[in-house]
């Protein structure tokens, strides 16, 4: 699969742009799916937060029968730790990669580019970030997983990681995103681990711990 480019949804800032949240949605959504986050974190306004939300490519997914949906790797099997898409992967960290160098090209301080991601997307933004030759704010990884563990690097500097994930998860079992933690952890990264009890979605509580681990990031103070 490939592609020049992502087409995205773009919030700009009421100010000046000074930070960028790169937020990539989950299996079969879209990039429009969370833009109603921006108004639900309510940052303030003199962070200058621009948001981007990508849409991945169309491509065949095997366990929906090759039906063709919006994702940023193929699925070829239930179990999650089996067969990883390491080619679909590979690209979709490729073209996130391009979105980062456009924001860098807005002289956004990698520092203050934080990546964002929900199941699919997390993969995608946890894959990226520990690969990325700049050193970036962060990580928001949600209801997902490390899909390829075997390429995490040790961590040789400062990544904050934010994840959450619920306890009644039956799409990426809630045991495959704790153990993604607790490699990220043994690899050096400083990870801010969050449960809940709610199935593969989004909380009201954790948007809260989200917004607070931002302004964290982001508040220069």
Known sequence: MSSSHLDAVEIQPRGVHRSTIIWLHGLGADGHDFEPIVKELGLPDDLGTRFVFPHAPYRAITINGGYMMRAWYDIVRLNLNLLPDEVGISESRR?????IAREVQHD???SRII?????QGGVIALDTAVHHLD???GIIALSTYIAIP???PQ???SLPIFMGHGTQDQVVPY???KSSCTLLKAKGYNVEWHSYAIPHSIYREEITAIRSWLLRQLDEG
């Open 95 to 99: 073209l996130l990669s391009e979105l």
């Open 108 to 110: 956004v301080n990698p």
């Open 115 to 119: 990546l964002a991601g929900f199941s």
């Open 135 to 137: 050193t970036l704010g």
């Open 150 to 152: 075997e390429n995490i």
């Open 155 to 157: 961590a040789t500097r």
């Open 175 to 177: 045991e495959l995103g």
